[in-house]
């Protein structure tokens, strides 16, 4: 049986409301299959930076996500016991300290798990930015450090508190760790 393969997309800054229309943006994936979508962000743990949240709940991601669009790539024919399978696989690729906006994204792993479940391409646009980055390398030096990386951010952060404790404990409840890393070694 066929199951749909759905790209969820999120508007990441306000500045997309101007450069959309030019083609370029700021843009957030997730894959929605079997009614959870899955994603990948930056965190500074040498472990799987890959989540599931709520389909097309922008707030679940953070106040400066916004919900764009949804579209329909493809099917497949995995069931969801191999696609939490692959996910898992996934996990140990798309690790949390490993994301880079530009080289290492939402984006990439999403083409990435839609390559995989149906054999097709997300749409060019959704990651123009970072294409164009490795096209145009001072849009890098360009972009805030702490944007980059979570590595960069967690610096960025220590340089700013000191004293801060920003072991995985502190900064997430153990409720939110389940709900972001769920499924993950």
């Given at each position: 049986m066929a199951h749909p393969v759905i790209v969820n997309i999120y508007d990441m800054y306000w500045i997309n409301e101007y450069t959309s229309n030019l083609g370029i943006g700021v843009y957030h994936s997730g894959i929605e299959i079997f009614g959870s979508e899955y994603a990948y962000g930056g965190h500074p743990f040498p472990f799987s930076g890959i989540f599931e949240i709520t389909p097309k709940d922008a707030?679940?991601?953070?106040?400066?996500?916004?919900?764009?669009?949804?579209?329909?790539?493809?099917?497949?024919?995995?069931?969801?016991?191999?696609?939490?399978?692959?996910?898992?696989?996934?996990?140990?690729?798309?690790?949390?300290?490993?994301?880079?906006?530009?080289?290492?994204?939402?984006?990439?792993?999403?083409?990435?798990?839609?390559?995989?479940?149906?054999?097709?391409?997300?749409?060019?646009?959704?990651?123009?930015?970072?294409?164009m980055s490795s096209c145009i390398p001072f849009i890098e030096k360009a972009i805030p450090k702490e944007w980059l990386t979570p590595l960069a951010l967690q610096s960025a952060l220590e340089e700013h508190t000191p004293s801060a404790d920003l072991s995985p404990s502190s900064i997430l409840s153990s409720s939110e760790a389940a709900g972001l890393f769920h499924g993950q070694n």
């Open positions: 707030e679940e991601l953070g106040e400066q996500f916004k919900f764009k669009e949804s579209i329909v790539i493809g099917t497949t024919d995995f069931m969801q016991e191999d696609v939490r399978k692959i996910i898992d696989h996934l996990g140990r690729e798309y690790r949390g300290d490993q994301y880079h906006l530009l080289n290492k994204n939402c984006n990439h792993f999403s083409s990435a798990l839609v390559e995989i479940l149906c054999g097709k391409e997300l749409p060019s646009w959704v990651n123009r930015l970072a294409y």
